[in-house]
């Protein structure tokens, strides 16, 4: 029995030590965030700030178009989930329960398109935009996201387990193909669509090379390309850099917060990183 | 015409996602692969070079020392990360209070932004007032150049011990950037492990525990051997997603990016520089395709192991 509690008591240590490591840098921003410059800056350094300066947070917001930064990632991100939601509900509905020639064909195509990642992806798409002259646009931050593979994939995986006879039955009694999707198959399919909407919201929230190559235009920068170009100005001004980055990542923080068993559980069934 | 619609119903689903993924990710690869063959600048084709980029790319040294930091990074990176993160999710799996709180803890930094992650550790690598400095101190260890220090981790190591080694290994400037990455990616593996371990059914625990087995044997001969697949899972994702890596190099390193000295310079990082530093779309478009098949080659390794997951699993 004692040697079980003396086990426990080491394990919740190691976890505890390896929980500190995570939290630190967190809290090392924050309490730079709140410091004066010159306190920011002394050796030994305070574990908490003297006097607690919240003009760092204002000033940071005003330093640069920060405002501007946080609407172009939410029309972005809203843009973005709510069309992934259409064309994947639709396309995954049509993979998942109809027959028709090509099917097949085209589902592997697209498995094929999803091999292809971010980085691979960059040069290519914006020589596409350059033809299309959508650099420097909305058009060219959202449109190419309005659609993943992966999610249609997700998708059609959670209609494919729905039951034929329902479907045979909703027909008997009148519903349409369109009816029986809006009004049978994804109200069942909540935990799944939940899914495909976190990952979208957390992707567009922090995607970062594509906006980066394809926005030169300060008025269109999202929120990480934003913060990344105030660093690259202000290396120095450690106080309002913290500042800037804590409200950054603020969002997607209380979303965690907010839905952390689902966010997890999400992650834990994908095998893709956010 | 009933019938006529009745036929074309579903293809008007798949359309609004058809069109997207033809016009965004099909053609963008054509029309990129033939654009590989092409000396071609900001204004579009400027002359047919057939396979010159893909030769001069593979002449090229920073290519190659490009490409052997992103491996020197993937073996800083993948087994660290595979090691730490299945010995936290075996503790977590031992049934004790607060596995949740920890486990929210240690995935905060996988939902935080590449760039806020990068902003940050940028001072704590700081080399005067930095945190990383700052602690070392404490214990009475001089501070570390960590971002911009050029020399070989080996060779730094080796030549505090006062022993002539020939091998430099990775500079300390990427070694930083190994132990962010390793940082921000732990808490994904803990949870693919967690699920992983979720599976093995508990009746092996209890038969063990009645022969008397030790945690260790239990570990080796139970645990390990029917959570493989989810190793060999992480271990590859680790891999391919290590090989992608830039924003860490855009945001933490130089100026110039990729410094000091090219150490930091990772493939996609070499291949963004020539693309878009230098608008030079043909050249950055080969090397894109190099990457892609190196990308391509650990995805298929990956799927085959999927596949037998599924048979044997």
Known sequence: MVKKTVGKIIIIFLLSLIGITMVLPFYWMIITSLKTPLEAIQFPPTWFPNHLRFRNYIDAWKQVPFPRYFLNSVIITVATLVG????????????????????????????AMMMIPIPVYIVPGYLILMKLHWVDTYLALTVPWLANVFSIFLLRQHFKTIPKDLFDAAVMDGCSRFGFLIRIVLPLSKAALVTVALFSIIGSWNAFIWPLVVTS?????????????????????????????????????????????????????????? | MKKIFRFLGPYFYLLPAFLIIFVFRFLPMIYAFRVSF????????EKFVALRNYSTILKDSSFWQAFGNTIYFSIGVVPTSLLISLFIAVLLH?????????????FL?????????????????H??????????????????????????????????????????????????????????????????FLAGLENIPGQYYEAAKVDGATRWQVFR??????????????????????????????????PPAGGPLGTTNVLVYYL??????????????????????????????????VERKVFYG
């Open chain 2, 109 to 125: 930094p996988v939902i935080t932004s590449v760039i806020a992650v990068s902003m940050v550790w940028k001072w704590i690598y």
């Open chain 2, 127 to 192: 080399p005067q007032v930095g945190l990383a400095n700052n602690i070392l101190q404490l214990f009475g260890v001089k501070g570390f150049n960590w971002l911009s220090e050029w020399r070989g981790i080996l060779q730094m190591f080796f030549a505090f011990l006062r022993v002539n080694f020939p091998i430099k290994g990775p500079s300390l400037a990427l070694y930083s950037l190994i132990i962010v990455s390793v940082w921000k990616g732990l808490g994904y593996n803990i949870i693919l």
């Open chain 1, 84 to 111: 992934v939601l259409i064309t994947s509900s639709l396309a995954a509905y049509s993979f998942a329960r109809m027959k028709y020639p090509g099917r097949n064909f085209i589902f592997l195509s697209f498995l």
């Open chain 2, 38 to 45: 092409y000396k071609w600048g900001m204004g579009g084709a």
């Open chain 2, 94 to 106: 031992q049934k004790i209070k607060g596995v949740r709180f920890f486990r929210t803890i240690y």
């Open chain 1, 217 to 274: 235009k300060d008025a269109l920068r999202p929120i990480q390309v934003g913060l990344a170009y105030f660093v690259q100005e202000q290396s120095t001004n450690y106080t309002l850099l913290t500042a800037a980055t804590t409200f950054t990542i603020a969002p997607i923080v209380l979303l965690f917060f907010i839905l952390e068993k689902r966010i997890i559980a999400s992650f834990a069934r994908s095998g893709l990183k956010g």
């Open chain 2, 272 to 305: 963004f520089d020539h693309a878009f530093n230098f608008t030079r779309y043909g050249y950055g478009t080969a090397v894109a395709f190099i990457l892609f098949i190196i990308i391509l080659i650990l995805t298929l390794i990956q799927r085959k192991a």
């Open chain 2, 221 to 254: 001969h139970i645990t390990w051997p029917l959570l493989s697949p989810t190793t060999f899972f992480v271990l590859i994702m680790t891999t391919i997603v290590s090989f992608q890596m830039f924003a860490y190099v855009w945001m933490m390193t130089g």
